[in-house]
């Protein structure tokens, strides 16, 4: 994956948080380097079972961390696989997304405003693949594509629409109008 403009420095205290919530930077966990410690003395884990782990993680690792060091430096090659998980689409991964989401609602005090901001602005688009994925899934679970929905219409009005692509734009009006699921199914008989 390569990023133009892509954030390159040292950063410590808020300006490590900002820098993982800022788009686009990767949030993935083969994207870092990390110290064990950070791990071992926080306590931090991978969600065992789960999907969109590096999700429910990187955050906790990046806000114990003392600081982060970023480099637009191509160190590593990643391969994709057809049969990866990333390449399929389940309603447990909506879910999975879901918990994470409101996981990093718990671990931030959100009640200074403009962390929200930061904070609802990077679980936008992980939001946006959930409600996807609970809306493509051969599972239906229409109260977790409800709660999704809900939080995503919640935190939009928080935030507005300037910070994201027309593309998501487009989806999140798509949404609002009850609309998405519609456009899918047409998508899927083409």
């Known amino acids: 994956?390569?990023?133009?403009?892509?954030?390159?420095?040292?950063?410590?205290?808020?300006n490590k948080i900002?820098?993982?919530?800022?788009?686009?930077?990767p949030h993935f966990a083969w994207s870092f380097l990390y110290r064990t410690y950070l791990f071992t003395k926080y306590a931090i884990f991978y969600p065992i079972g789960r999907s969109y782990e590096d999700y429910a993680t990187t955050y906790?690792?990046?806000?114990?961390?003392?600081?982060?060091?970023?480099t637009d430096q191509r160190l590593y090659e990643y391969i994709q696989r057809d049969s990866s998980i990333m390449h399929s689409q389940n309603i447990s991964q909506a879910m999975d997304?879901?918990?994470?989401?409101?996981?990093?609602?718990?671990?931030?005090?959100?009640?200074?405003s403009q962390l929200k901001k930061v904070v609802y602005m990077y679980q936008l688009p992980r939001l946006l693949n959930a409600y996807g994925?609970?809306?493509?899934?051969?599972?239906?679970?229409?109260?977790?594509?409800?709660?999704?929905k809900g939080l995503i219409l919640k935190k939009i009005s928080i935030i507005g629409f300037s910070s994201?692509?027309?593309?998501?734009?487009?989806?999140?009006?798509?949404?609002?109008?009850n609309l998405l699921g519609y456009l899918y199914r047409i998508k899927k008989m083409i």
């Open 60 to 70: 906790k690792v990046f806000s114990f961390a003392n600081k982060v060091v970023s």
């Open 97 to 112: 997304i879901l918990i994470a989401t409101q996981e990093i609602d718990n671990f931030f005090n959100l009640e200074d």
């Open 164 to 177: 994201f692509s027309k593309r998501d734009v487009i989806k999140i009006l798509l949404i609002k109008l």
């Open 18 to 25: 900002n820098l993982l919530f800022r788009r686009p930077f």
């Open 133 to 148: 994925i609970s809306l493509k899934s051969k599972v239906k679970n229409t109260e977790l594509t409800a709660k999704i």
């Open 1 to 14: 994956m390569y990023i133009s403009n892509f954030p390159t420095g040292i950063y410590i205290g808020k």
